[in-house]
């Protein structure tokens, strides 16, 4: 076995070969990387950003919908929708929903997943059964609550009324019908929070729980020192996704009550729905979409400062 | 290896052209016919077994150039404009009346039927009003299938019961609603669950009976407000029916037609307003097995306005029929409709599915007599609407004549029931909205009342 040393000359030294190499292989592997994405970009492109920024455009126009031909009216579709109450009460409405659903399914799932913790042999059966709503057609869904629940004939109103509580039904009360849909949208979706937060309380390290236990910690105290705080990157993606669905509203206030009666469970996509295929208004119709998607738009901002400012912790 | 490739270019090119050809729907069918197509609303299963009997075995029978395939399908209304507005479509377009075949007129969507009017002689078989409607600027673009009127539905059991006749004046049929009321039943049953356009109903009613067909008529002409104080008093009148809880007290909301039947043929109600298209929902709760056919009855609403003809009809239409433009077909969809518009067809459905297919023509023979069931008092109900309208006795459903961002402002007559807006800020949202689209020329022809 023999070892040969040779002296690089001058010019190998300021361009080596293993450099040139080195670029050609990054350059290639970054094609390479382009092309692997060119298909999702041009999905997201053409599946986003195309229909998003016809939705702008449309949002300025009179376009009815029927066909290709529509008419700048600048800021008419706006300011007529600023001008109908009926607008703010859906606003209004969508707000309510941000708040019943950033806390009772919230509440309801951890408190479920701090439960289930426990229950190691039967939790997947528990979770399987807390699923079922979420998993269901927001129509059948729909169905069941508006012919078991809220019927006046037959369902659990009909079933007190005939037995002299005079119980009115709820998705025909102006103050309640909100509160009534939104309770059915919140019954589907607490069980998907619950095995979420269930997932992400399973990561937190056992150490951590054992410690506090050997410290004296109670069952409330491990949750609020040591899961709420391992949970914390769960919680907040869930509470913008909450935030973001909630501005798009629409299935089950439109399988209920189509945002009636007299709009008093009007939400922005009922709202924007009526004047696309009703009235064949698409212009508002847009312009109120992109109402919705400033909300949307206004959640992930901060959700982005908020996971930035954690990782600069 | 080369030829392999261009052998399975060639055979990817040929399944290409195939799937392209039958997307066209312009190949011929089985048996060298042309292929028409028809979607349908979602009817429930026994009217669409019908429908496939009557109107498509009968059709392809009856001539062997044209095969019509009908699909049913629950979100029609979207599904037709959506393909219309992307120039694709069935041949037969299954429309919600004139107001809708206008707005697709003003941006070319369906085909001019005059030709085939003066071929098939449409223009002398169908009801002047009916025909007019389906205008624009002189031209035929839509029919009809079938006429309707709002009216009320009773139970001679129930009326019986409470020791009342069948009301003929509004203060007849409102004592014998305060009586049902005090009795603790509805004082009528209806509602608007899963249908918000169901208030256009009562919106078209207590006008059609309180300000009147020809104040309507000046509405939708731009010769009269739609805050002209006739319509304010209408629009009054039907918030006090409402808050006396005469559209089925609190449960307006919860209940739909289907459930309204139910409600009535249990004796629950004595009455249920509402569109005579209503008949195919009642087949299930009133019919022989149950041994109350002939509880049933329907009449048309008294008026409000004593001074106004009577009996005065609520003229509207269940749907209506086109021909769409981009048809490569427009003869066979021509041959669709024409079949449709006989006294046959229209008999042959009535026979089974009363409420839907009352054909608007000028001549219609047919007997009560002749039919059973709950078609029986269908059709006699039709006649006397024919009669009623042949003498110029009506007023307008808004689904049919207004058009859409109108009617859609209709809707929200319940925010006036319900104390959340005045009849005055209600009726300027109409009268706002119903300029920019008679501006746009989304009006319809509407026939003048007399």
């Known amino acids: 076995m023999t070892l040969s040393l040779k002296t690089p000359s001058a010019a190998a030294l300021q361009n080596p070969p293993g450099a040139r190499s080195r670029k050609s292989f990054h350059q290639r592997r970054t094609i390479i990387n382009y092309l692997l994405l060119a298909p999702a970009l041009l999905l997201s492109v053409v599946v986003v950003v195309v229909p998003g920024v016809l939705t702008a455009v449309a949002s300025f126009t009179d376009w009815d919908g029927l066909g290709f031909s529509a008419n700048f009216v600048g800021m008419s579709n706006f300011t007529d929708i600023f001008a109908d109450p009926t607008f703010f009460t859906a606003l209004g409405n969508n707000i309510k929903w941000v708040l019943l659903f950033l806390t009772i399914p919230v509440a309801l799932g951890l408190l479920t997943a701090s439960l289930l913790l426990r229950r190691k042999r039967t939790r997947t059966l528990y979770q399987v059964i807390y699923l079922m709503p979420y998993v269901l057609a927001p129509v059948v869904n729909a169905m069941v609550w508006l012919s078991i629940i809220y019927n006046p004939h ?36 607490w069980g998907f929070l619950t095995v979420i937060y269930l997932g992400a309380m399973r990561q937190t390290p056992i150490e951590q729980v054992e410690a506090a236990m050997v410290e004296g910690a109670n069952a409330f105290q491990i949750f609020r020192h040591v899961y709420l705080p391992n949970i914390r990157a769960t919680l907040l993606l869930m509470g913008v996704m909450i935030v973001i669905f909630s501005f798009l509203a629409f299935d089950y206030v439109y399988l209920l009550t189509q945002g009636g009666p007299a709009h008093s469970s009007e939400v922005m996509g009922t709202y924007a729905y009526a004047f696309a295929f009703s009235s064949f208004q698409f212009g508002k119709a847009a312009a109120v979409g992109l109402i919705m998607s400033f909300f949307g738009l206004v959640a992930s901002f901060i959700y982005t400062w908020l996971s930035r400012r954690d990782l600069t912790k | 290896m080369r030829i392999f490739k261009n052998k399975a270019l060639a055979a990817g090119a040929v399944a290409a052209a195939l799937l392209l050809s039958a997307c066209g729907g312009q190949t011929p069918s089985a048996g060298g016919k042309q292929q028409i197509e028809m979607w349908f609303w979602g009817a429930p299963p026994a009217h669409q077994k019908e429908m496939q009997q009557v109107l498509v075995d009968g059709f392809n029978k009856s001539q062997d150039k044209y095969q019509l395939k009908v699909t049913f399908d629950n979100a029609v209304d979207k599904n037709i404009d959506v393909a219309l507005a992307a120039n694709r479509g069935p041949d037969v377009v299954y429309g919600s009346g004139p107001a809708f075949a206008a707005a697709y007129v003003a941006k070319g969507k369906l085909a001019d039927m005059t030709p085939y009017s003066d071929k098939y002689d449409w223009k002398d078989r169908i009801l002047d009003p009916m025909y007019e409607s389906g205008t624009v600027d002189g031209k035929l673009y839509s029919l009809p299938n079938s006429l309707n009127n709002i009216g009320v539905f009773y139970n001679k059991a129930v009326l019986d019961k409470l020791g009342v006749g069948i009301p003929t004046t509004t203060a007849e049929l409102n004592a014998a ?117 002939n509880d049933l009855g329907f009449m048309p609403f008294p008026n409000i306005d004593e001074s106004l003809a009577s009996p005065n009809f609520t003229l509207g239409s269940t ?33 089974t599915w009363p409420g839907y297919w009352a054909v608007p023509l000028k001549k219609f023979d047919a007997a009560p007599d002749e039919f059973t069931g709950l078609s029986k008092p269908y059709v006699q109900a039709m006649k006397d609407m024919i009669a009623g309208v042949n003498e110029g006795h009506y007023g307008f459903f808004a689904g049919t004549f207004f058009p859409p961002a109108t009617a859609t402002a209709f809707d929200d007559i319940d925010s006036v029931w319900l104390g959340k807006t005045s009849t005055t800020d209600f009726l300027k949202t109409v009268d706002k909205t119903f300029a920019e689209e008679k501006a746009k020329g989304l009006v319809p022809p509407v026939p003048e009342p007399k």
Not at chain 1, 171 to 186: E, P, Q, R, T
Not at chain 2, 240 to 267: I, P, T, W
């Open chain 1, 154 to 189: 037959g369902g659990v109103v009909g079933y007190l009324r005939d037995r002299g509580i005079g119980i009115e039904p709820p998705l025909a009360n102006l103050d309640m019908s909100i509160f009534a849909v939104a309770g059915v949208d919140m019954w589907h979706y």
């Open chain 2, 319 to 351: 749907a209506s029929l086109s021909i769409n433009n981009a048809s490569k077909n427009k003869d066979g969809a021509a041959a669709v409709i024409d079949f449709m518009m006989t006294e046959s067809f229209s008999t042959d459905m009535t026979k």
């Open chain 2, 177 to 293: 609603m305060d009586k049902a009321q005090a009795a603790g039943l509805y004082a009528s049953v209806t509602g608007n669950k899963g249908w918000k356009p169901v208030n256009e109903n009562y919106a078209s009613l207590f006008l059609t009976h309180a300000a009147g067909g020809k104040t309507v008529y000046d509405a939708l002409q731009g010769t009269t407000s739609w805050t002209d104080p006739k319509i304010a008093a209408a629009i009054d009148a039907s918030k006090d029916f409402y808050q006396k809880g005469y559209l089925a007290g609190k449960d307006y909301s919860n209940l739909n037609f289907v459930e309204s039947m139910q409600l009535l043929s249990q004796g629950k109600a004595p009455f249920m307003f509402g569109p005579s298209l209503a008949f195919q929902f009642a087949t299930d709760s009133f019919n022989d097995k149950n041994g109350n056919t």
